[in-house]
């Protein structure tokens, strides 16, 4: 099997590699078509979106995670309001990375349950990578990456923006606050430095059921509030820039953020719900136990020298991510007497540094080279126990070649060699007979060390065709890291009440993958027709087992297994805009999964689901602009699950939105945004929520209203 | 160009029906363990009342499509990690004292019908939670049953 999709592949290449020699040598075009929402590009290895930054702030979802849904082949596997993180064809977690200012993310982004710490205000440009990013961004970028960078630069000296935002439903209530200043400093050097302040809360989650169904029992939901589910997010995020015309050094930027965000945890999360503890306490924006606080906060440091004619690119990060579960003490046996009620404690210290050149070479083939270096240190504390402190480094070198010529088809070559080595600290946990210490331990950790070396290689190709068709395909090898989890886990993860087992026997995933684009541009639409597949021959997936656990409050076991996966799928996309104030796009998107030893599918994959907008405006004058907005969304039946996952029946639902802004001169603007979610009040689950398993509904019908002015 | 990329589509669809044609390794077992009849003192019901210091006996009637593998029944305090716990008439009963019980029977066939008697401490006053849980030889769990035992002293 692994043989025949390998030699099909590598068939293709050479397929591919002979074609260019019959391409009639043209001017060509640059392979970009600007949507409403998003220009797609299908540049050099992988194919993206870039966000409009109207889009974010015109279909606000809660989180950024959340927001993005609305984008074809994009969707977010959540858990209530507060905690959600980005989901790619499928892909997500340990398979979806988040560069900020060229340094990846790194947090407590193992768990399902834990969400992207991020600011959804702070963000300049976005641009969404849909299949492998690897060669730049590492095998974290399997799946995809977001890929954030800075508010661009004022026009004026200085620019500002004033945010607020509210919510009828978890009475969700916020605002932000940004400022950034130009200064003109002697001998041309300019720069400039700015800060974003952000907070928002959130009461208790509300769904629109009076109960739910958990543990084969059903316990009511009083006014279909989850009691202790309220957030609280503070984000801070500072930089400075300084840009040179002259010397080595041409560019610096120095950026720090912190955010910061509390969440409470639906008890029906943590031990056996029951009428009491799912009645809440009456208090709907407090937090009692169970919670989660989490603290992320990074400093980053870009640096560009020019050398000759080139230039070198140089990325520092230093990020620090403390994660506390606290909860009652609740595990018998590994609690002594006056325990605190911090169950888990998890510290991340971050340290990367990334060095890039790019050279020009004859005929205009552009070369990139990179060195990537990352240490990682990981310390673990609490009552409870799921993943032991460890220390990991990865060193990497990746050089890419693309045929920059203006001709109508375009190629490129990369190449990814990675080192990583990791310690796995061992963990031994006391075991207590009421209250007292025993001379018995539980062994929850071995120690052990890893080192390994992987590749990674992909060769694409663009053509620009007659009559505005536009075909990208890219082919390749890629590998990912294993996660800390998916070696070493073993504990209870609440809410699922099954205990996750690591295997210290895993090796690094690696896989084959193929993306292709089609495009085809009209005056006034467009249209494109993705597809991929992807074979992986030792995928890193959970998968139940048939014992049951050890541990006194565990359930099944679930441990990490590789195997052989099928991955593929696609997406259509119809943009249509007849008129200067209409427009209209539909997308489809759909996957298939397919472990190929017992034909079962994969957990948490998204349904086939279309998604309909509309958008009409309306121009007055310099001054005034009004839109108006419905948005679409039809989720079909999941059905195709993994072992002992539910099936998910689909959905309708409908949201609209209402925009008016008034524009002054010089860049000033005052806008207004009433959006309305789940119009139709629908009932629905949602089949990437970690609230499905406990049959509890999305949200009904909500308002959202936001304020911004700029100036 | 053209004949090269009609080429790269035959083989892509190749590709796809290679892989989708090829039929799994093994026939799937998907069906879950059902859990038939939980029995405490030979009384099925929601709720149980007991005695600190007793024992009592939990039966539990299961079957499955292929191969049992494990059972397992656990008791804990339901006062776990979100305040006390109120059932109607036992209002304000707080839970005092510590006890947990755990115990996995393995089994084999397609019923089974294991029983075990567990003891309760004289020390222990509250409402603990009864959990039944189920794993058959695929990995497929049956739905976990939950009862109320509350000990009186």
Redesign the interface.
């Known amino acids: ?1 692994k043989a ?2 390998i030699l ?2 590598f ?2 290449c050479i ?2 590699t ?2 260019q020699d ?2 009639p040598r043209q001017e060509g075009r640059v392979l970009e078509i600007k949507g409403h929402w998003f220009t797609f590009q299908a540049q050099d290895f992988f194919s993206s979106m870039k966000v409009d930054p109207g889009m974010l702030s015109q279909q606000r979802g809660g989180q950024l995670s959340n927001t993005l849904t609305f984008l074809p082949g994009v969707s977010a596997l959540s858990t209530g309001v507060g905690i959600a993180k980005p989901v790619i064809r499928g892909f997500s977690g340990a398979r979806v990375a988040v560069i900020d200012m060229g340094i990846r993310q790194e947090g407590q982004q193992w768990g399902n349950d834990h969400g992207l710490e991020w600011d959804q205000f702070s963000i300049g440009n976005l641009t969404i990578v849909k299949g492998a990013a690897s060669m730049e961004f590492g095998g974290d970028a399997l799946g995809g990456a977001l890929v954030i960078e800075h508010e661009p630069w004022p026009e004026n000296k200085s620019s500002s923006q004033i945010l607020a935002v509210v919510s009828n439903n978890n009475r969700q209530r916020g605002w932000s606050v940004f400022h950034q200043q130009v200064l003109k400093l002697s001998n041309g050097v300019s720069a400039r430095w700015g800060a974003r302040i952000t907070r928002l809360s959130t009461d208790d989650y509300r769904v629109p059921v009076d109960s739910f169904t958990y ?3 059903t316990l009511p939901l009083k006014n279909g509030v989850l009691s ?1 589910t309220a957030t609280q997010e503070n984000h801070i995020t500072a930089f400075s820039e300084w840009r040179f015309p002259n010397g080595g050094l041409r560019s610096l930027r120095l950026t720090y953020r912190l955010n910061d965000t509390q969440s409470g945890l639906f ?1 029906g999360f ?3 719900p ?4 799912v009645a809440g ?1 009456g208090d709907k924006s407090n937090f ?3 919670r989660v606080n989490n603290l992320h906060q990074k400093l980053l440091l870009a640096m560009q020298f020019k050398a000759g004619g080139d230039f070198i690119r140089m990325n520092v990060g230093f990020q620090r991510s403390n994660r506390v579960e606290l ?2 003490p ?1 595990q ?2 590994f609690v002594p007497f006056n325990a605190d009620s911090l169950s888990l404690g998890l510290t991340l210290n971050t340290t990367q540094w990334n060095l890039g050149k790019d050279w020009i070479l004859p005929n205009a083939w552009r070369l990139k080279t990179g060195l990537q270096f990352q240490l990682k240190q990981n310390e673990v504390r609490g009552n409870e126990f799921l993943i032991p402190g460890f220390n990991q480094h990865q060193q990497a070198f990746f050089a890419t070649i693309v045929d920059q010529t203006k001709f109508q ?1 375009h190629q490129f070559l990369g190449f990814r060699v990675e080192q990583g080595g990791i310690v796995i600290k061992g963990y031994q946990q006391p075991w207590y007979d ?2 007292q210490p025993t001379d018995s331990v539980l062994v929850r950790a071995l120690p052990f060390a890893k080192r390994s070396m992987g590749w990674a290689a992909q060769y694409g190709w663009t ?1 620009n065709g007659p009559k505005d068709w536009q ?1 990208h ?1 890219v082919l390749g090898k890629v590998y990912r890291i294993p996660q800390i989890n998916e070696w070493a886990i073993n504990g209870i993860h609440h809410g699922s ?1 099954r205990h996750e087992k690591g295997n210290a026997e895993l090796k690094w995933e690696s896989g084959y993958q ?1 993306d ?1 684009n089609v495009m085809k541009e009209w005056e006034n639409g467009h249209a494109q027709l993705t ?1 991929f ?1 992807a ?1 992986y021959d030792n995928f890193i997936f959970l ?6 656990s ?1 541990l ?2 565990g ?2 076991v679930y441990a990490y297994l590789q195997r052989e996966v ?1 991955w ?1 799928g696609g997406e259509l996309f119809l943009d249509w805009h007849p008129l200067n104030w209409w427009n209209a796009d539909i997308s489809l998107e759909a996957l298939y999964t ?1 472990e ?5 599918g994969l957990p948490f994959v998204p349904p086939i689901v279309m998604k309909f907008n509309q958008r009409w405006s309306w121009i007055k004058g310099n001054h005034h602009e009004w839109a108006f907005l419905i948005n679409m969304r039809n989720a079909f039946d999941q059905n195709r699950v993994s ?2 996952e539910r099936a998910t029946p689909g959905y309708f639902v409908i949201n609209a939105n209402l925009q008016y802004s008034y524009k002054w001169f010089n860049q000033r603007s005052i806008s207004f945004v009433l959006q309305c979610n789940n119009v139709n009040n629908s009932v629905y689950y949602n089949h990437l929520s970690l609230y499905r398993p406990m049959n509890l509904a999305e949200q009904g019908r909500w308002i959202q209203g936001t304020m911004a002015l700029n100036f | ?1 053209k004949v ?2 009609k ?2 589509w035959v ?2 669809g ?3 029906l ?2 989708f044609s ?5 026939v ?1 077992d ?1 069906e ?1 363990p059902v859990i038939n009849s939980v029995m405490v003192n030979s009384v099925q019901q929601e709720t149980h009342e007991l005695t600190a210091g007793n024992s009592f006996v939990v039966q539990v009637g299961l079957t499955d499509n292929e191969d049992l ?2 059972l ?1 029944i ?1 008791v ?12 109607p008439g036992y209002e304000g009963l707080e839970n005092v004292g ?3 019980y ?1 115990r ?1 029977f393995d089994l084999s066939g397609t019923a089974s019908s294991p029983t075990s008697t567990i003891a309760i401490p004289d020390t222990i006053t509250g409402i603990w ?1 009864l ?1 039944i ?1 189920a ?7 049956s ?4 009862y109320n035992l509350v000990v009186l002293p």
């Open positions: 099997m025949t999709f099909l592949l068939w293709m397929e591919v002979w074609s019959s391409i543990l084969n029992r202790n008890p943590v031990g056996v029951t009428m009491q503890s306490d009692s136990l169970p909860s009652r609740h018998p046996g088809f009421v209250d053509w075909v395909s009440h193929w292709a597809g597949v074979y998968a139940p087992q048939s014992y049951f050890d006194p409050d359930g099944q099928l593929t397919r190929i030893q017992t034909g079962l072992r002992n | 160009m090269n990329m080429m790269q083989v892509m190749m590709m796809v290679t892989i090829c039929k799994p390794e093994e799937q998907v879950r593998s494990q397992k656990n804990h305090s339901a006062d776990d990690g979100h305040g006390h716990v109120d059932l510590l006890w947990s755990s996995v939670h959990e849980m794993i058959d030889k695929a990995g497929n769990e739905d976990e049953k939950v």
